[in-house]
C-alpha cells in the first residue's frame, strides 16, 4: 500500500520502520525536503536529525506534504499539533481527496513549559478542527493516547491487553483505520474501541493531561489503558 506520514519526527519515524519492514511504500511528508536533511541538530526530546536516521532507512521516501499526499492511498498525521492544519493546508484539497487519514496529533502547546498545556479544549478538538478545515477528508483520530513505542508495539504493555480509540465521522473509514492497527501495528480486534464521532476526539486529547503526568511521576512511556468492566 502507498501511505503518506506527515511528519519527521520520531513517530513518523517509528511508524515509517515499521512500514516499509511490511513491505509497504512509505513517502514521509515536510515541509521542505532541503532543509529538514540539511538540519543537524537534534530534536527538544534528543531525537537525532532526521539526516542520521534517513541514511540508514533509504526505503522510505521524503517529500514536500503535497507530494507525499499526491503518491498515497491513506495518510498518517504525525505533525506536531500547531502544524497539523497548516501540513494539511501545504498538501492541499485536490491530493487529499477523500482519503482517510489517521491523525495521531495532540494540540500541544509548550509555551508555558513542562508539562505541554492543550491549544483547544472542552467544547472542540484538533480533530475537529482538520475535519471542519477540510470536510472532504475521512478523518480518524486514533493511536494519540500512546507514546510512539506503544503504537508499533502494543504487545509490549501487558500481552497487548489494553486499549486504543478511533474517533470520526465516517464508519467505513473507522473498519479501516482499525484494520490498519491490526495488520500494521498488531493491535487485537478486542482492544479497538469506536468511541463515536469526531467530536469524541475531545476526550482522547484531553487524556494527555493525565497520560503525560502518568509519564512524569514513573520516566517509562510504556504503559496504557485497559478499559475493564
Ligand atoms: N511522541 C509520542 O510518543 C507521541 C505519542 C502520541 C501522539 N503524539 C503526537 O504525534 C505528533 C508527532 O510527534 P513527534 O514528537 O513525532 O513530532 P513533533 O516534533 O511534534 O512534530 C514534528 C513535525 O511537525 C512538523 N511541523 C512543525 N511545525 C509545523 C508547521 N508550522 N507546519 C507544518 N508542519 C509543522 C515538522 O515539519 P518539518 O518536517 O517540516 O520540520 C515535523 O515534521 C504530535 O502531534 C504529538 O503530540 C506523539
Redesign the pocket.
Known sequence: MDIAI???????RTLAEKLVAQHHNVTIG???PEE?LARLDA?S?GNGPFCDWHVQHTNVSLATFAEAAAVSEAIVL???????V??LE?AGAENLGTKILLD???P?DFSQGMPPTLSVVNTDSLGEMLQRAFPLVRVVKT??T???QVMVHPEAVAGGRHNVFLSGNDSDAKKSVGQYLQSWFGWTSESIIDLGDITTARGTEMYFAFWVRTFLASGN?LFNISIVR
Open positions: 506527515f511528519g519527521t519526527g520520531i513517530v513518523g515536510t515541509r521542505s529538514t530534536d526530546m504525525a505533525t506536531n499539533g500547531g502544524g497539523a497548516a501540513s501545504a495521531l496529533t495532540n500541544l493511536l494519540n500512546v507514546s510512539t512511556p
